[in-house]
């Protein structure tokens, strides 16, 4: 989430014209009123946050509707009746159930009058109505119906794991490849392997499995088993590393609870000619009742030096 504390702030988001997403939303002050029909807008929009990713919604910005861009930061909400506590109390009674997760912050427009700032969690407790007895999601910047999968699918939430795995290198994203003298193969480095809950129903029985490209070397073995082969384009082979986590006699995955016991390694070497521009590609899979999530991953080699993207690079989304 954006730090957005005070007037500066918001006009530095004009200043970058930085547009609205899925997880930003900009309103003039005057959105925010008493109004008939003000407050249930209000509910309409936070709960479509919730309900998608989670995210920002900005009172105090006026927004270019043809560009989607912030045009100025305004004055500030001119009732002095709505206040952090008036909007609270307004999302606590009209949205169902309540909503956890959400703050509220009071900006000063140096005018007399206040901007707010509403920063949203992505819900692990909705799907959350709105006080016209719909639920609202994020789509195209703007708060529209859900569908019933859709409704669904965010109930599952509570009941199902949302497991995620994320690679690493011994020192984050990069390192520096070592070769010994006369020797085409690097020394090992171990590309760390967590596996993490974002939800609140705990995993007991999860496989993880790393696709790793053939050109690479596993010289041995640790948590991971190699478990066959795979191809993903022509000519582009994988062997895949299998790893089984148990409870019992295994602790299971719980949510914000990383134990040493579900982080994995895997050593690979790297030959002499991938040492110069070079793109490696990695695929991670990760299973459990009721959850199945597929992402691929890359390494780029260039002089030596060995960086690390996740899924979100342009070095995989061209892949």
């Given at each position: ?6 007037k500066?702030d ?9 547009e609205?997403?899925?997880t930003?939303?900009y309103k003039?002050?005057p959105?925010?009123a008493?109004?008939?029909g ?5 509910c309409k929009?936070?709960?479509?946050l919730?309900n998608s990713a989670?995210g920002?919604?900005v009172?105090?910005?006026e927004e270019?509707?043809t560009?989607?861009k912030p045009s100025?930061?305004?004055d500030g ?7 952090k ?8 009674s009209k949205?169902?159930?309540r909503?956890?997760?959400v703050?509220?912050?009071?900006i000063d427009?140096?005018t007399?009058k206040f901007?707010?700032?509403i ?7 909705g799907p959350?109505q709105?006080p016209?007895?719909k639920?609202?999601?994020?789509f195209?910047?703007?708060s529209v ?6 409704i ?9 794991p949302?497991?995620?795995?994320t690679?690493s290198?011994?020192?984050g ?6 070769y ?7 020394k090992?480095i171990?590309l ?5 809950n ?5 995993a007991?029985h999860?496989?993880?499995e790393?696709f790793?490209d053939d050109?690479?070397v596993?010289?041995f073995?640790?948590?991971f088993?190699?478990a066959g082969?795979?191809e ?5 082979k994988?062997r895949i ?6 409870s ?7 949510e914000k609870a990383?134990?040493e016991s579900?982080?994995g ?5 790297f030959?002499?000619?991938l040492?110069?521009?070079?793109i ?5 899979d990760?299973?459990?009742p ?6 691929k ?5 260039d002089?030596?030096?060995l960086?690390?993207?996740d899924?979100?690079s342009h070095?995989v989304?061209?892949?």
């Amino acid at each position: 989430m954006i730090g957005l504390m005070t007037k500066a702030d918001l006009q530095r988001l004009v200043d970058e014209g930085l547009e609205e997403s899925l997880t930003l939303d900009y309103k003039a002050s005057p959105s925010l009123a008493r109004d008939s029909g003000k407050p249930e807008e209000l509910c309409k929009d936070v709960s479509a946050l919730a309900n998608s990713a989670g995210g920002q919604l900005v009172y105090g910005i006026e927004e270019d509707k043809t560009s989607g861009k912030p045009s100025k930061v305004d004055d500030g909400v001119a009732d002095p009746k709505i206040t952090k506590e008036w909007i609270e109390q307004i999302l606590n009674s009209k949205v169902q159930p309540r909503m956890d997760g959400v703050r509220i912050d009071r900006i000063d427009m140096e005018t007399g009058k206040f901007g707010y700032v509403i920063t949203v969690q992505q819900s692990q407790t909705g799907p959350h109505q709105a006080p016209d007895g719909k639920y609202y999601k994020r789509f195209n910047f703007q708060s529209v119906p859900m569908h019933d999968y859709e409704i669904r699918d965010i109930m599952r939430r509570t009941t199902t794991p949302n497991l995620e795995v994320t690679l690493s290198l011994p020192q984050g994203k990069k390192c520096q490849l070592e070769y010994p003298p006369h020797q085409e193969l690097s020394k090992p480095i171990l590309l760390g392997v967590k596996i993490s809950n974002k939800s609140p129903a705990p995993a007991y029985h999860t496989i993880v499995e790393v696709f790793v490209d053939d050109i690479l070397v596993v010289p041995f073995s640790t948590q991971f088993t190699q478990a066959g082969f795979a191809e993903d384009l022509p000519g582009r082979k994988f062997r895949i590393y299998r790893w089984t986590l148990s409870s019992p006699p295994g602790l299971p995955i719980f949510e914000k609870a990383n134990h040493e016991s579900h982080f994995g390694q895997i050593p690979m070497q790297f030959h002499s000619s991938l040492l110069h521009s070079s793109i490696i590609y990695l695929e991670t899979d990760v299973r459990a009742p009721g959850v199945s999530k597929h992402e691929k991953w890359a390494f780029h080699s260039d002089g030596g030096i060995l960086t690390l993207h996740d899924p979100n690079s342009h070095f995989v989304r061209t892949a």
